[in-house]
């Protein structure tokens, strides 16, 4: 995934070594300078709620609902116009999910309050596209749950087996930090 973080380029390649999960992540700064790796292994997105919502977020994690494939082109719209994105022509909007690999609604208490896409080429590429929460409900998780659930579906779909690259472009001022290992 390449994200920009406080001026800094972040590249995530995910590799599947023996079953399990493990993120190699390089970070460079803008001017190519500096080079850190750290692995380890996904965290739970329950354990990540968890730490930076207590209690609370226990209550709401129980009554989300993730959901591939639902999202209306009206709701997809909708979020867009809300987070600050471009409003489209609904008919492209309809186009842009019906094309995408898929898409993931999060849904409290019967209400629309997140949502994610991934395109790509479903094999090899896999990019992370319109991560968006409502206002109300951002800084609490929801937005790694998605990333979360969108990275587990391109590990199970990916042909490779080995070798997956995964990316995204985030808004500005929407940057969010690196999955902690």
């Given at each position: 995934?390449?994200?920009?973080?406080?001026?800094?380029?972040?590249?995530?390649?995910?590799?599947?070594?023996k079953k399990k999960s493990w993120i190699k992540y390089h970070f460079r700064s803008d001017s190519l300078r500096g080079n850190s790796i750290c692995?380890?292994?996904?965290?739970?997105?329950?354990?990540?709620?968890?730490?930076?919502?207590?209690?609370?977020?226990?209550?709401?994690?129980?009554?989300?609902?993730?959901?591939?494939?639902?999202?209306?082109?009206?709701?997809?719209?909708?979020?867009?116009?809300?987070?600050?994105?471009?409003?489209?022509?609904?008919?492209?909007?309809?186009?842009?999910?019906?094309?995408?690999?898929?898409?993931?609604?999060?849904?409290?208490?019967?209400?629309?309050?997140?949502?994610?896409?991934?395109?790509?080429?479903?094999?090899?590429?896999?990019?992370?596209?319109?991560?968006?929460?409502?206002?109300?409900?951002?800084?609490?998780?929801?937005?790694?749950?998605?990333?979360?659930?969108?990275?587990?579906?391109?590990k199970r779909n990916s042909l490779t087996g080995t070798f997956t690259t995964i990316g995204g472009v985030s808004a500005k001022g929407k940057e969010?930090?690196?999955?902690?290992?």
């Amino acid at each position: 995934m390449i994200m920009k973080i406080n001026g800094s380029l972040f590249l995530m390649d995910m590799r599947l070594r023996k079953k399990k999960s493990w993120i190699k992540y390089h970070f460079r700064s803008d001017s190519l300078r500096g080079n850190s790796i750290c692995k380890g292994p996904l965290p739970r997105p329950q354990d990540h709620l968890w730490e930076i919502g207590g209690k609370y977020m226990e209550v709401l994690l129980n009554e989300i609902e993730l959901k591939d494939n639902v999202l209306s082109a009206e709701d997809f719209i909708k979020m867009r116009i809300i987070n600050g994105f471009a409003e489209v022509p609904i008919e492209h909007a309809a186009k842009a999910l019906k094309n995408g690999q898929i898409n993931v609604s999060v849904i409290y208490r019967g209400e629309l309050i997140g949502m994610g896409r991934m395109v790509g080429d479903g094999a090899m590429y896999w990019y992370l596209q319109e991560i968006m929460v409502l206002p109300e409900y951002q800084k609490m998780g929801i937005g790694t749950l998605i990333v979360n659930h969108l990275i587990d579906y391109a590990k199970r779909n990916s042909l490779t087996g080995t070798f997956t690259t995964i990316g995204g472009v985030s808004a500005k001022g929407k940057e969010g930090e690196p999955i902690k290992i």
